[in-house]
């Protein structure tokens, strides 16, 4: 069963690389992931780069995935981003110092 | 192969008083370079650009910092939020990180200088030589004042 949101984003390093509105993610047996949402604003540059970062804010934080492989569907404007994501990474606490 | 043209999202950790640390880019790319510039200086009336010294300090500052060890939380906020965040600094800290910053940038200009230097069994081209095609650059004569950081504050339009 998939995991429904509204906000992510995708990183390279601390640079955002592309901003996510409405996105499902699907857990696979072999622990990868795959996500489907629709990118709203991206980097032309900073999006074709690596590592990438699949972020999933929370109220507390961040749920992290590294991207594995990233699909952009032609066109401009909002699209269609297809990825695959790698096991998930630490979760990223932020709310509280 | 020299190093890449382009700027990686690298970071470095400088270490403050008290166990303080801030965590900072260790490059700008050109683009948040020219939003430094633009920050830092003021159109004046004769249409010159110029450096304000006291909002480069800030700029700078708003420019290279990702986040820090101190209560206020300022990891992905916008560069207004940021100023805010600073502008509420006791100005002792405030001058401390500034030269933390600062140090940084030139111990990072500093070392990208050094490694500016000729693989061996190169000649290095010699960068006023025109093109074939292209008119002679007009060189600045002897008697013009050098390019030095104090020539910062006139920015051309």
């Known amino acids: 069963m998939p995991i429904r949101g509204v906000v992510g984003r995708i990183d390279w390093g601390y640079f955002a690389a592309g901003a996510i509105n409405g996105y499902s993610l699907t857990r696979y047996a072999d622990g990868t992931w795959a996500l489907r949402g629709t990118l709203v604003n991206f980097d032309a540059f900073k999006i074709r780069q690596r590592p990438l970062v699949f972020i999933a804010p929370h109220k507390d934080g961040e749920w992290r995935w590294p991207v594995k492989t990233l699909d952009l569907s032609e066109g401009h404007g909002p699209r269609e981003v297809h990825a695959t994501l790698g096991a998930q990474l630490p979760e990223m606490i932020t709310g509280a110092r | ?157």
């Open chain 2, 1 to 157: 192969m020299g190093a890449s043209w382009f700027v990686r999202p690298e970071t470095s950790r400088l270490l403050l008083s008290e166990g303080q640390w801030l965590l900072v880019k260790q490059r700008l790319t050109a683009g948040e370079f020219r939003a430094h510039m633009k920050r830092s200086s003021r159109m004046g009336d004769d249409g010159v650009r110029r450096l304000d010294f006291i909002d480069h300090h800030l700029s700078r500052i708003v420019a290279y910092l990702l986040d820090w060890s101190l209560e206020a939380n300022i990891r992905g906020v916008s560069e207004q939020d940021l100023t805010a965040t600073l502008d509420g600094l006791d100005p002792q800290r405030y001058v401390e990180i500034s030269a933390a910053v600062e140090a940084h940038e030139t111990a990072m200009t500093a070392a990208r200088e050094e490694k500016k230097t000729t693989t061996p069994g190169e000649t290095p081209s010699d960068p006023t030589s025109p093109s074939p095609s292209a008119p002679a650059p007009d060189l600045p004569s002897p008697n013009s004042a050098p390019l030095t950081s104090m020539s910062m504050p006139s920015l051309s339009r």
